[in-house]
């Protein structure tokens, strides 16, 4: 069964920078989607970065300008580049990865905590 690890959350300062990878423990193939989301204390887990296997990204609007999603699909790897990180982006952030034949597959989520 392959797993997505994520690393890189931590607690920061506004105004930081964090960089969030998630690695799969074996091979994915046909990977359409890599994609991070976030669920912040007592609420809904949202989308933050999208991005097909054509290269295409799409980003939430609070980040937009701020996070840079970027991965690698033979290699499985998805990275989450965040900038002038704001207390409002505190949250447990989740990678998402949707293969064309084997369904999609979660990330136990790593904490990011941003201090005013």
């Known amino acids: 069964q392959v797993q997505l690890v994520e690393s890189g959350g931590g607690l920061v300062r506004a105004g930081g920078s964090l960089r969030l990878s998630c690695a799969a423990s074996g091979s994915i193939f046909s990977i359409i989607v890599m994609a991070w989301y976030r669920q912040a204390p007592g609420k809904q887990r949202d989308l933050v970065a999208r991005?097909?296997?054509?290269?295409?990204?799409s980003y939430a609007d609070s980040v937009k300008g701020r996070f840079t999603i970027s991965g690698d699909s033979a290699k499985n790897t998805v990275y989450l580049q965040m900038n002038n990180l704001e207390p409002e982006d505190t949250a447990v952030y989740y990678c998402?990865?949707?293969?064309?034949?084997?369904?999609?597959?979660w990330g136990q989520g790593t904490e990011v905590t941003v201090s005013s």
């Open positions: 991005m097909t296997g054509g290269g295409s990204t």
């Open positions: 998402y990865i949707v293969s064309q034949y084997r369904g999609d597959y």
